[in-house]
C-alpha cells in the first residue's frame, strides 16, 4: 500500500481544496502519474501517485480543504486483482445496497452515469448533487467545458419553478420558499485563491497608506513606431512588439531615477530594491495573478514580450509555479485591455508603487496652440505615501510619460 499525502509547496502554503479527482476508485494508476488537483492559495498543483498500481481508497472529497501531509488517498502497489474483481462485486451489490439507499442521502447522484468524467467545480457537484442533476447533461458555457455553478442553476432553473408553483395553487399565500430563492440568487462558495485574493487586498488597504496619482500619455510616436518596426520585429523574433515592453523599459529606467519607489518597508527600515523584477497583472478564471519578468532592466524588447506571453500563457493554463510569481519589486496592471479609462489601482503585496495602463482612446488635446485629435490613454501611479513622496511619485510618473512619449529615448535608458 502507498499513502498519497498532500505535499509541502512553499513555508507559506499550509493547506489546500480538492478541485478535482482524475482517478476514481478503481482504476489504474502508474507511478508518476497525475491523479488530483489541489487548489491552494497561489498556485494548482498536480499531485502525482509515487507508486504504480490501483487507487483503493479515496479519504478526501473534491471541496474538501486537507492539509500539508494529509492522507487523501491509498494506492496498492502491483498490477493487483482490483479492476477485475470489482466488477462482479458491483454486479452483486444492489441487492445489499437496497436497504441502505434509504439512509444516505448523497447515493442519489446522477453524475456517475456518464462515460466521461465531467470537469466541473466543486460547487457546481454540490448544487447538482442537491438538485439530483446529471452534470453530463448540462451544457456548460466555459469554452473548456467546465461546467460552473451558474451552469447547474440554469439548467435546473425550469423545474425548480414548476415545483415551486404548484404549491402556491393549493396553499393559498405566496411564501418565500428555498426553492424561490434558489431561483433569484446563485450561492457560489468562494474559491480559495479568491479568499486570498480578496484578504490580501483589504489587508494592502488597511497597512498601507496608499495614495493614487494621475497623469495621461500621448501615444502617437509609440504607435507610430510600432507600425513601422512591427513587420520586422515579428521576423527577427517570432514575437509581436507589443506596448507591455515598452511600459516595462519606462517603468525600469524611472525606477532608477526614484529608487524608493521600489522600495518596501520592513519592519521600522526601509529595505531598497537593487533589482528589477517586474510582475505583470494577468487576468484568470479563478482571479487576478501576478508573475514576474526578472531583471527586466537586463533584457531587450523581444525578450521582455516572450517573458510576458510565456507567462500568461502559464497563468492561463494553470501552470504557474510559485517561483514565478515570488519577489516582485513593482507591478504594471493593464486595466485598459478590458475596457477601463481610468482606475486606482491597488498596491501588490508588500511593495510600494503600482502603475495602471487604461484603454487609449481619441481625444481632442491641445497641440502647439492647436487642438488636434491623439490617441490618449490615462495612467495611474498608486503608491505607498508613508515612504514615498508626492514630488517622487509625479516625477515618477511624469518620466513614464516623457519615455513612452518619445519612445527613441528608451534606447538611451537600456
Keep these: 500500500m502507498a499513502e498519497i499525502k498532500v505535499p509541502e509547496l512553499a513555508e507559506s502554503i499550509t493547506e489546500g481544496t480538492i478541485a478535482q479527482w482524475v482517478k476514481k476508485v478503481g482504476d489504474r494508476v502508474e507511478k508518476g502519474e497525475f491523479i488530483v488537483e489541489l487548489e491552494t492559495d497561489k498556485v494548482n498543483a498536480e499531485i502525482i501517485s509515487e507508486e504504480a498500481g490501483v487507487l483503493k481508497q479515496i479519504l478526501a472529497e473534491e471541496g474538501d480543504t486537507v492539509l500539508v501531509g494529509q492522507v487523501i488517498a491509498v494506492v496498492e502497489a502491483g498490477e493487483g486483482a482490483a479492476p477485475a474483481p470489482e466488477a462482479p462485486v458491483a454486479e452483486a451489490a444492489p441487492a445489499p445496497e437496497a436497504p441502505k439507499a434509504a439512509a444516505p442521502a448523497p447515493t442519489p447522484v446522477v453524475e456517475e452515469t456518464s462515460g466521461e468524467r465531467v470537469v466541473a467545480s466543486p460547487a457546481a457537484r454540490k448544487l447538482a448533487r442537491e438538485k439530483g442533476i446529471d452534470l453530463a447533461a448540462i451544457s456548460p458555457v466555459d469554452p473548456q467545458g467546465r461546467v460552473r455553478v451558474q451552469d447547474v442553476a ?133 482571479g487576478l495573478v501576478v508573475p514576474v519578468v526578472r531583471d527586466a532592466n537586463a533584457k531587450n524588447f523581444a525578450q521582455i514580450e516572450k517573458d510576458i506571453a510565456e507567462l500568461a500563457g502559464k497563468a492561463r493554463d494553470k501552470k504557474l509555479g510559485l517561483n514565478d510569481m515570488a519577489g516582485g519589486s513593482f507591478t504594471i496592471t493593464n486595466g485598459g485591455v478590458f475596457g477601463s479609462l481610468m482606475s486606482t489601482p491597488i498596491m501588490n503585496g508588500t511593495q510600494a508603487g503600482i502603475l495602471g495602463m487604461h484603454s487609449i482612446v481619441n481625444r481632442p488635446v491641445a497641440v502647439n496652440g492647436e487642438v488636434q485629435i491623439r490617441p490618449m490613454m490615462y495612467v495611474a501611479l498608486s503608491y505607498d505615501h508613508r515612504i514615498i513622496d508626492g514630488k517622487d511619485s509625479v516625477g515618477f510618473l511624469k518620466t513614464v510619460k516623457e519615455l513612452i512619449e518619445n519612445p527613441e529615448d528608451l534606447l538611451l535608458n537600456s
Design 154 to 286: 440554469a439548467h435546473g432553473t425550469a423545474p425548480v419553478a414548476s415545483v415551486a408553483a404548484a404549491p402556491v395553487a393549493t396553499t393559498g399565500p405566496v411564501i418565500f420558499t428555498p426553492a424561490a430563492e434558489t431561483d433569484r440568487v446563485t450561492i457560489e462558495k468562494m474559491s480559495r485563491r479568491r479568499q486570498t485574493i480578496a484578504k490580501r487586498l483589504l489587508e494592502v488597504k488597511q497597512s498601507t497608506a496608499m495614495l493614487t496619482t494621475f497623469n495621461e500619455i500621448d501615444m502617437t510616436n509609440i504607435m507610430a513606431l510600432r507600425k513601422r518596426k512591427q513587420e520586422q520585429f515579428v521576423k527577427d523574433n517570432d514575437i509581436k512588439l507589443g506596448f507591455m515592453s515598452f511600459f516595462t523599459k519606462a517603468v525600469v529606467a524611472a525606477l532608477k531615477k526614484y529608487p524608493y519607489v521600489n522600495a518596501q518597508i520592513v519592519g521600522d527600515e526601509i529595505h531598497l530594491n537593487n533589482f528589477f523584477d517586474i510582475g505583470v497583472a494577468v487576468s484568470t478564471e479563478e
